[in-house]
């Protein structure tokens, strides 16, 4: 099994504006046919037949939405944490956080895919930095949040027995 994805058709149907939301079931349908009418077009300008005849079938997902993000935010942080936490690193972070990167890291046209290299170079990046300056200790739990509109490691000290 090979799983494929693109956006191919995805600056199609934001030309053609055809996204809107409805809580008819009937139109939301519409709305889905007419937009893998437009993927199906626009795989047919990209690929070759003999490519697209290769492929066993074509899905199309609905556009992520904000509570999508979030949670999509909400997972990587999550694998952050783990990571971090195998190095002997606690980590906690607040909700403004995961609402602050959700709206960095997402894009119309590439859906959630920037997620990763923000969180990369916002968080990832200054933790490493922390690290090798000593500035963050195993002895210490960390804290990600956001205050004044900006990004803050908060260092916060374990109490030992």
Known sequence: VIIMTSNVGASAIEKKNTLGF??????????YDRI???????LKIMFK??????VDDIIVFS??????IFKITELLL????????????NVGYSNKIIKKLSDMGYDKSYGARPLERIIKSELE???????L?????????????????NIVLEKVKVKTK
């Open 22 to 31: 409805s809580s008819k079931k009937d139109e939301v349908e519409k709305e």
């Open 36 to 42: 893998k009418d437009i993927v199906n077009s626009e």
């Open 49 to 54: 037949p003999e490519f697209l005849n290769r």
């Open 63 to 68: 556009r992520l939405d904000e509570k999508d």
């Open 78 to 89: 999550e694998k952050l944490k783990k990571r971090l936490k195998n190095i002997g690193l």
């Open 125 to 131: 990046n200054k933790i490493a930095d922390e690290i």
């Open 133 to 149: 300056k000593n500035q963050i200790l195993s002895d210490e739990k960390l804290f990600l949040d956001v205050k004044k509109g």
